[in-house]
């Protein structure tokens, strides 16, 4: 990804305002995030923070792979979801757990063998790549492993203060209960249990899966009714003048019942549309790419944001914004939702739907401007609209 040569050390400093900064300082930062150094001159008031990157959050190592988190404790605004960074090496397990909440999954990179058993003991199990989905309803058990390729990917769950290192594990659970009841339980012996775990195993490695059949279990009760997978890639986007949008929301991935998304791919020079959304908040993923976003929060404040790959944003329910691509590379990144709907509201599908002489009268323009808006929704725009 090639960026726009930086001439000089920026300073915070705007047509006659401001001043140089000769402090300490961290020009690295303030070079990834000339908005915030130097705010456009729309930018007005206090807005509280809505940007947080993968690469500040704690990394948690372990045998085989790692993994990271942005909740509500990295990123305050964000009360509705959460989201986890992991990456497994080939092989590797994310061992057998569950969750209070429910678990939306996007493959980042590589492959991996997800399984699952519902409350029916109906089962699931399957083989994602980059671009596929997954989701798990809050308390269905599951497990992660890894293909030959190894497999990072990106966890969404519906609540914001939700962390990994409080999960439901089977081996932390089995460790925590007596041997004479598992015995009991299981029906095994002392003897057969003498190499249980200790204590949890959460990320541990083991050996790359066979092929897909050769793993599959017939279980008597069938197969889960809502398949937990969605491949989202081969799903065909809807085209606009500046890029792409794919969504998938319950009318298209029945199983994911509480969240909702789209991958928007923005062309150089385009924007996502000026829009809000009706009924959630949105949290963001930024893939690729670098640009910035531009929020409008009510009663004149507003506030700008730079985004680049693995930085996550937040924006709370109905706050106006959009999205532009500042690179000569595509911006690509998730919108996510805790509803089962995708839902947003086009401020141009709203003014070209009125009585033109409205909007003309209220921001001053000329009726025939007004007129010639497309009254269809384009998410995804650019000058050539």
Not at 10 to 30: A, F, K, M, V, W
Not at 104 to 123: F, H, K, M, P, T
Not at 131 to 158: C, M, R, S, T
Request: hydrophobic share 35%.
């Amino acid at each position: 990804m090639k960026e726009p040569k930086q001439q000089r050390i920026p300073h915070p400093q705007r047509n006659g305002q401001g001043g140089t900064d000769t402090g300490p300082r961290n020009i690295e930062l303030d070079l990834q995030n000339p908005d915030m150094l130097t705010p456009p001159e729309t930018d007005h008031g206090t807005v509280p923070n809505m940007k947080f990157s993968f690469s500040m959050a704690h990394t948690r190592l372990e045998e085989g792979g790692w993994t990271r988190e942005i909740t509500q404790r990295e990123l305050p605004i964000a009360t509705t979801l959460a989201g986890v960074d992991m990456k497994l090496n080939p092989g590797a397990y994310r061992e057998l757990h569950w969750h209070k909440e429910a678990e939306w999954a996007y493959v980042l990179e590589g492959s991996c063998r997800i399984g699952a058993v519902d409350q029916e003991g109906r089962n699931f199990l399957d083989d994602v790549r980059k671009g596929d989905l997954w989701f798990f309803p809050k308390g269905i058990p599951h497990y992660i492993q890894a293909l030959e390729e190894g497999v990072e990917f990106l966890l969404v769950f519906d609540d914001g203060q939700f962390s990994e290192n409080s999960t439901f594990m089977m081996s932390d659970f089995f460790s925590r209960t007596p041997k004479s009841v598992l015995a009991k339980n299981f029906g095994w012996t002392p003897e057969q249990m003498a190499n249980m775990p200790e204590k949890e195993k959460y990320i541990f490695q083991g050996q790359v899966p066979p092929p897909l059949e050769s793993d599959r279990i017939i279980s008597p009760t069938g197969d889960v009714p809502n398949w937990f997978t969605h491949r989202m890639l081969a799903q065909e986007p809807q085209r606009f003048s500046g890029g792409t949008v794919r969504i998938v929301d319950s009318t298209t991935f029945k199983a994911s019942s509480t969240i909702s998304a789209a991958l928007v791919e923005i062309q150089p020079g385009g924007i996502r549309e000026l829009h809000w959304h009706p009924t959630d908040d949105e949290w963001q993923y930024y893939i690729s790419g670098f640009g910035r976003m531009g929020v409008f929060a009510s009663s004149g404040l507003a506030r700008t944001f730079d985004f680049r790959a693995g930085d996550v944003g937040y924006v709370p329910f109905a706050y106006g914004h959009y999205v532009e691509n500042l690179g000569n590379e595509p911006l690509v990144f998730l919108e996510m939702f805790r509803n089962p709907r995708f839902e947003d509201i086009s401020a141009t599908q709203w003014m070209a739907n009125l009585p033109p002489q409205v909007s003309a009268d209220t921001i001053n323009m000329p009726r025939s401007m007004i007129e010639a808006l497309p009254k269809d929704k384009r998410p995804v725009v650019s000058l050539n609209r």
